[in-house]
């Protein structure tokens, strides 16, 4: 992993110092060298380190290929040098021939290592079970040494080709496969946009402690040389094909040295992960060509840190169990292994059930990114439209919901639900969090007379959606430690009026939502006023509460709590009134 990092780092480094990120005027004269370069890397790798242990090489093409192989990659770096210069010439883009060879390349390493973790345990038994039919000679089989699977493995090549379709498949079809690859793209993309992590103390301390060294090496750079290097490395220059996380140059280094350095790992027997090699190398290209900002490093490292991590638990768990498994097999006997592979057949639909409905409820949408990727300023505003009303929709509905149940809660008492509500508001507001940043993003796009005019409405109707939140989280907060202490309830009569308005709040907050999924701006006055006569309902609650804290004293700590509840929900009110406001003023016009 260290040393997949520290290559994608070196390598992207020292290719965007010849490139640039407009690349089209140095690849007319070091495109072919490039090419060719890469062609016989992966030569050399793939056929010449990665198939000398092949069944389909014999001896004497391996000795051959040893004793002539500085003659062979002299004339493989010649002759391919000599077609990308042609491919050139005929206005071929050999960028995408070399991304096509490191493609092959790529999934050949795959093969070469994952097939073998794939068919090997199989096969083992499969020989297993072969060599004691034929020469156990009656010996019974916890007594037979398997001596004959120290020799090399002759794979029958049915085997190999029916285990790789089965792979290809399998990739082609997982969801789960797709997701990885979004992962990778996601933290490795050169321009701005949705992050799919969150920030961690790790990743800040990181950040911190790189920003002040970087500083240092930057201001003891001659001034010259730095303009040189910001030049080289000037990112407004960049050639982005469209919808593309990160352009030729680096797609070329990612998949060529990916394919490498997993060649020669599993010629030196190496133990590697094809996946987390692919990864690392994809994340060191994308911090050599300044895709982590100072904006975006913090989620990206986060990312990364996520990955690896969960990598090094995995296979502790790993280990873990699969010590545990052994034992109840060899304790249970066969009803063990009947048991297990019950549970296992159980867990594997399971997860993928869960898997599936995951994917339904993630929250991050295809709009989004659509949003993101756009660059045009008349599309910008249609899109950024529709995405405000998605989202809008999203914290009424949520809100909604939490409210009901807090409110619920605090007049049941029931800490549970309480407790369960306060998780789901703090994801909540991290997830809005992460839209106001797409938002922002997407008034970016527009052009400067409607970014300033509608961008304003945008950011206050965010700002508002916010303030709903924070309402119910306030409200939340002293219910739940009330409800924790098992202090004094309420009273059943001031249960019963605040839990009538509580259920009305929550139908206006329904009706608010459906107002603004449905774009429909005829039903806002009586929105208005259906929320001003539940602010005046509060209000008089709130007088009620008072005069009765002054005759009850008993009741001092329910009785500020309860105002607090009631003072909140006036505030979740009026700020859905001027979220509807803000909205109708983003939506209307040109």
């Given at each position: 992993?260290?040393?997949?990092?520290?290559?994608?780092?070196?390598?992207?480094?020292?290719?965007?110092?010849?490139?640039?990120?407009?690349?089209?005027?140095?690849?007319?004269?070091?495109?072919?060298?490039?090419?060719?370069?890469?062609?016989?890397?992966?030569?050399?790798?793939?056929?010449?380190?990665?198939?000398?242990?092949?069944?389909?090489?014999?001896?004497?093409?391996?000795?051959?290929?040893?004793?002539?192989?500085?003659?062979?990659?002299?004339?493989?770096?010649?002759?391919?040098?000599?077609?990308?210069?042609?491919?050139?010439?005929?206005?071929?883009?050999?960028?995408?021939?070399?991304?096509?060879?490191?493609?092959?390349?790529?999934?050949?390493?795959?093969?070469?290592?994952?097939?073998?973790?794939?068919?090997?345990?199989?096969?083992?038994?499969?020989?297993?079970?072969?060599?004691y039919i034929a020469n156990s000679n009656g010996v019974s089989p916890d007594q037979y040494?398997?001596?004959?699977?120290?020799?090399?493995?002759?794979?029958?090549?049915?085997?190999?080709?029916?285990?790789?379709?089965?792979?290809?498949?399998?990739?082609?079809?997982?969801?789960?496969?797709?997701?990885?690859?979004?992962?990778?793209?996601?933290?490795?993309?050169?321009?701005?946009?949705?992050?799919?992590?969150?920030?961690?103390?790790?990743?800040?301390?990181?950040?911190?402690?790189?920003?002040?060294?970087?500083?240092?090496?930057?201001?003891?750079?001659?001034?010259?040389?730095?303009?040189?290097?910001?030049?080289?490395?000037?990112?407004?220059?960049?050639?982005?094909?469209?919808?593309?996380?990160?352009?030729?140059?680096?797609?070329?280094?990612?998949?060529?040295?990916?394919?490498?350095?997993?060649?020669?790992?599993?010629?030196?027997?190496?133990?590697?992960?094809?996946?987390?090699?692919?990864?690392?190398?994809?994340?060191?290209?994308?911090?050599?060509?300044?895709?982590?900002?100072?904006?975006?490093?913090?989620?990206?490292?986060?990312?990364?840190?996520?990955?690896?991590?969960?990598?090094?638990?995995?296979?502790?768990?790993?280990?873990?169990?699969?010590?545990?498994?052994?034992?109840?097999?060899?304790?249970?006997?066969?009803?063990?292994?009947?048991?297990?592979?019950?549970?296992?057949?159980?867990?594997?639909?399971?997860?993928?059930?869960?898997?599936?409905?995951?994917?339904?409820?993630?929250?991050?949408?295809?709009?989004?990114?659509?949003?993101?990727?756009?660059?045009?300023?008349?599309?910008?505003?249609?899109?950024?439209?529709?995405?405000?009303?998605?989202?809008?929709?999203?914290?009424?509905?949520?809100?909604?919901?939490?409210?009901?149940?807090?409110?619920?809660?605090f007049l049941n008492e029931s800490y549970r639900t309480l407790r369960k509500a306060m998780?789901?508001?703090?994801?909540?507001?991290?997830?809005?969090?992460?839209?106001?940043?797409?938002?922002?993003?997407?008034?970016?796009?527009?052009?400067?007379?409607?970014?300033?005019?509608?961008?304003?409405?945008?950011?206050?109707?965010?700002?508002?959606?916010?303030?709903?939140?924070?309402?119910?989280?306030?409200?939340?907060?002293?219910?739940?430690?009330?409800?924790?202490?098992?202090?004094?309830?309420?009273?059943?009569?001031?249960?019963?009026?605040?839990?009538?308005?509580?259920?009305?709040?929550?139908?206006?907050?329904?009706?608010?939502?459906?107002?603004?999924?449905?774009?429909?701006?005829?039903?806002?006055?009586?929105?208005?006023?259906?929320?001003?006569?539940?602010?005046?309902?509060?209000?008089?609650?709130?007088?009620?509460?008072?005069?009765?804290?002054?005759?009850?004293?008993?009741?001092?700590?329910?009785?500020?709590?309860?105002?607090?509840?009631?003072?909140?929900?006036?505030?979740?009110?009026?700020?859905?009134?001027?979220?509807?406001?803000?909205?109708?003023?983003?939506?209307?016009?040109?």
């Open positions: 992993v260290a040393i997949a990092f520290f290559f994608g780092v070196l390598v992207q480094y020292i290719a965007r110092l010849i490139f640039k990120f407009n690349y089209r005027k140095q690849l007319k004269y070091f495109g072919a060298l490039f090419g060719g370069f890469a062609a016989t890397s992966i030569i050399y790798f793939i056929l010449i380190k990665g198939l000398k242990e092949s069944t389909l090489m014999t001896p004497e093409n391996r000795q051959w290929i040893h004793d002539n192989t500085q003659i062979l990659l002299g004339c493989c770096f010649l002759c391919t040098t000599i077609l990308m210069q042609v491919l050139m010439w005929c206005r071929i883009n050999i960028l995408k021939i070399v991304v096509l060879l490191g493609t092959f390349a790529l999934a050949l390493a795959f093969a070469g290592n994952d097939l073998v973790n794939f068919i090997g345990m199989p096969l083992a038994g499969y020989s297993t079970y072969h060599d040494l398997m001596t004959s699977l120290l020799d090399s493995a002759s794979t029958p090549s049915i085997f190999l080709i029916g285990s790789g379709i089965i792979m290809v498949v399998a990739l082609l079809t997982s969801k789960k496969a797709h997701n990885v690859i979004k992962t990778s793209l996601d933290l490795s993309r050169q321009e701005a946009g949705e992050e799919s992590f969150g920030t961690s103390p790790i990743a800040r301390k990181l950040v911190r402690m790189t920003t002040n060294t970087s500083s240092f090496i930057v201001n003891n750079i001659p001034p010259k040389a730095r303009t040189w290097l910001n030049a080289r490395f000037d990112k407004d220059e960049v050639i982005l094909e469209h919808g593309a996380a990160f352009d030729l140059i680096r797609a070329s280094v990612n998949l060529v040295l990916a394919s490498l350095l997993i060649a020669l790992g599993t010629s030196l027997k190496l133990p590697l992960s094809t996946t987390y090699v692919t990864f690392m190398v994809a994340m060191g290209t994308s911090l050599a060509d300044r895709a982590w900002g100072r904006d975006s490093a913090v989620y990206r490292i986060t990312g990364v840190i996520s990955v690896i991590g969960g990598w090094f638990l995995t296979a502790g768990a790993a280990f873990l169990i699969c010590f545990t498994v052994t034992m109840i097999v060899y304790f249970g006997g066969s009803i063990a292994i009947i048991l297990l592979g019950a549970l296992a057949a159980y867990m594997l639909i399971h997860s993928q059930i869960s898997y599936n409905k995951k994917l339904k409820q993630e929250k991050n949408s295809s709009l989004a990114q659509q949003m993101v990727a756009n660059k045009d300023k008349q599309e910008a505003l249609v899109l950024l439209r529709k995405f405000s009303r998605e989202e809008f929709a999203k914290v009424l509905e949520w809100s909604a919901d939490l409210y009901h149940r807090v409110t619920t809660g998780g789901d508001i703090e994801t909540e507001r991290r997830y809005f969090k992460q839209v106001k940043r797409l938002g922002t993003i997407g008034v970016s796009h527009l052009n400067d007379k409607v970014g300033l005019e509608k961008g304003l409405y945008y950011f206050q109707g965010n700002d508002f959606s916010y303030d709903i939140i924070h309402s119910i989280k306030r409200t939340c907060e002293p219910c739940l430690e009330h409800t924790d202490n098992n202090f004094n309830p309420l009273e059943q009569s001031q249960k019963d009026s605040f839990g009538e308005i509580a259920q009305s709040i929550v139908s206006f907050l329904e009706e608010s939502r459906q107002s603004i999924e449905k774009d429909a701006f005829g039903d806002l006055a009586a929105l208005y006023n259906q929320g001003n006569i539940l602010i005046n309902q509060l209000g008089v609650l709130k007088r009620e509460e008072i005069r009765h804290m002054r005759e009850q004293v008993s009741y001092i700590k329910v009785g500020i709590v309860y105002l607090t509840v009631i003072q909140e929900s006036q505030n979740v009110v009026a700020y859905t009134i001027n979220l509807l406001k803000m909205n109708q003023k983003f939506q209307e016009g040109n």
